[in-house]
């Protein structure tokens, strides 16, 4: 069983940066396509960033430019680095297998951007 576990988050000014972790129980991050998700109160998980097994990288047009998606596999982790935060990047950040969801949700790490 895949378990999950977000970090980083936190309260950012407009502009400013925070850099989130995604921390898995198993070896997935070089077998599989993973992304961050991020979701806001009454709305559905948004796909953000999304990452091969070979590398491959593919960001929403929201994020792009702003947003850069790595792993360490050794480390069992997949990052996401958030510059040039706005107030409508305010959400909880999740990480799963992508464009589906295969394993259980984690608890998710609130990012709050102030304006």
């Known amino acids: 069983q895949v378990q999950l576990v977000e970090s980083g988050g936190g309260l950012v000014q407009t502009g400013g940066s925070l850099r989130l972790s995604c921390a898995a129980s198993?070896?997935?991050?070089?077998?599989?396509?993973t992304g961050w998700y991020r979701q806001t109160p009454g709305k559905q998980r948004e796909l953000v960033a999304t990452?091969?097994?070979?590398?491959?990288?593919l960001y929403a047009d929201s994020v792009k430019g702003r947003f850069t998606v790595s792993r360490d596999n050794a480390k069992k982790t997949l990052y996401l680095q958030m510059n040039s935060l706005k107030p409508e990047d305010t959400a909880v950040y999740y990480c799963?297998?992508?464009?589906?969801?295969?394993?259980?949700w984690g608890q998710g790490t609130q990012v709050f951007v102030s304006s």
């Open positions: 198993v070896s997935i991050f070089s077998i599989t396509t």
């Open positions: 799963n297998s992508a464009p589906v969801s295969r394993w259980p």
């Open positions: 990452v091969t097994s070979g590398g491959g990288i």
